[in-house]
Structure formats: structure tokens, C-alpha cells
T-cell receptor
Framework: RKEVEQDPGPFNVPEGATVAFNCTYS??????FFWYRQDCRKEPKLLMS???SGNEDGRFTAQLNRASQYISLLIRDSKLSDSATYLC??????????FGAGTRLTVKP | DTGVSQDPRHKITKRGQNVTFRCDPI?????LYWYRQTLGQGPEFLTY????????KSRLLSDRFSAERPKGSFSTLEIQRTEQGDSAMYLC????????????FGPGTRLTVT
């Protein structure tokens, strides 16, 4: 079993749609969690950290369920510019970040 | 631009040759990481430095791979006797020396072994 698992997609949604991505992780001792965004042939860029209480940044909401070892990302009112691959990242300790394979999103006009 | 930089951005080499990549982290970041990413996969951890000390190496890092960070600033990743399976994007990231802290990535070096 992979340490971090994501639905690879692709998710093809119209502009304005709400889309949700899920991620599960296997190591219950994981300490911190992030969502990164990666555009085609570019480096990953931090989208948001994920906190136990859940957090929101504009149209983006991240949730963490430690009991179920599950992380989610919700994108509301999706824009064409949201088209990218979204990487779920779990930090086992201070040094060792494990990336999911990513979920590909395409937002269409 | 004060982000993470990597050089070269692209490298094409013949099988059996040695290659070396360089990473310059964000200046105040003590930690530096190397990852490898292949198509359709997320980045895979290779190795990690805290200042000049290499504290962790993945089992993915075969004996043909070596990384250094001699003065605790820039780092180099060398691959000896390259194989076609080494073709990938090699990403460098850096972070502050704190718990639960995010990493910032450079643009990567795309290696093609022919």
C-alpha cells in the first residue's frame, strides 16, 4: 500500500463548479499535512497547509481527519486557472515529506 | 528572485556518463532536500541536509548517486554511470529549520539519458 494515496483523476469540470479531492495516508504518526499545486512541467508550489481544525483560504477549504487518516481539498467556484495537478503531502517527521501521485484537474469554459 | 534555483534546467546525456546538478536554496533556509519525479508520479524523497550534514538518504539513492552540501549553502547531486532509468525531473527544495514547516521547490533539472 502506498503511503499517500490520491484519486489520480482526471477531474474535468466546468467553470464555476465545486470539486473535491481526497487523500488517505497510512502512517498514523504523521505530523503535518499540505496541499501543493503543480502545473505541467513546473515545480510544486504550496497551496495551503492543512490543520486539524480545518482551514479555508478564499475558494479553497482543506480538512483533516486524523482518526480516518484522511485529508480533503474543496475548490469552490472553480476557475480556468485552477487547472493543475494537486498533490497531497504528508510529513512523517520534520524531514520526510511523502507526496501522493497527484490528482489532475481540468476546468473547462 | 530569492527563491530556490537549480542549474542546469535541462540535461541530456548518454548512458554511462556522469552528471552533476546544483541547487541554491533560499538563503535563510537551513534544510535542503532532493527529490526525483517521473511522469505521473509525485516527487520521491532522495536525501536531506541540515546545514552541511546529510541526515537522511532514501533507499532510492543507489551508490551511483551522491549529494553534498559542503558549506551548508548550495548543494550538488551527482549521478555516476547514468542509466536510462535515471531520466526524470530532479527537484531541490529548502525549508526553515522548524517543525511542521513547508518546503519551497526550485524549478528542477530535467535529465534525459539516451
Amino acid at each position: 500500500r502506498k503511503e499517500v494515496e490520491q484519486d489520480p483523476g482526471p477531474f474535468n469540470v466546468p467553470e464555476g463548479a465545486t470539486v473535491a479531492f481526497n487523500c488517505t495516508y497510512s502512517n498514523s504518526a504523521s505530523q503535518s499535512f499540505f496541499w501543493y499545486r503543480q502545473d505541467c512541467r513546473k515545480e510544486p508550489k504550496l497551496l495551503m497547509s492543512v490543520y486539524s481544525s480545518g482551514n479555508e483560504d478564499g475558494r479553497f477549504t482543506a480538512q483533516l481527519n486524523r482518526a480516518s487518516q484522511y485529508i480533503s481539498l474543496l475548490i469552490r467556484d472553480s476557475k480556468l486557472s485552477d487547472s493543475a495537478t494537486y498533490l497531497c503531502v504528508v510529513n512523517k517527521n520534520n524531514n520526510d515529506m511523502r507526496f501522493g501521485a497527484g490528482t489532475r484537474l481540468t476546468v473547462k469554459p | 528572485d530569492t527563491g530556490v534555483s537549480q542549474d542546469p534546467r535541462h540535461k541530456i546525456t548518454k548512458r554511462g556518463q556522469n552528471v552533476t546538478f546544483r541547487c541554491d536554496p533560499i538563503s535563510e533556509h537551513n534544510r535542503l532536500y532532493w527529490y526525483r519525479q517521473t511522469l505521473g508520479q509525485g516527487p520521491e524523497f532522495l536525501t536531506y541536509f541540515q546545514n552541511e550534514a546529510q541526515l537522511e538518504k532514501s533507499r532510492l539513492l543507489s551508490d551511483r548517486f551522491s549529494a553534498e552540501r559542503p558549506k551548508g549553502s548550495f548543494s550538488t547531486l551527482e549521478i555516476q554511470r547514468t542509466e536510462q532509468g535515471d531520466s526524470a525531473m530532479y527537484l531541490c527544495a529548502s525549508s526553515l529549520d522548524r517543525a511542521r514547516v513547508e518546503q519551497y521547490f526550485g524549478p528542477g533539472t530535467r535529465l534525459t539519458v539516451t
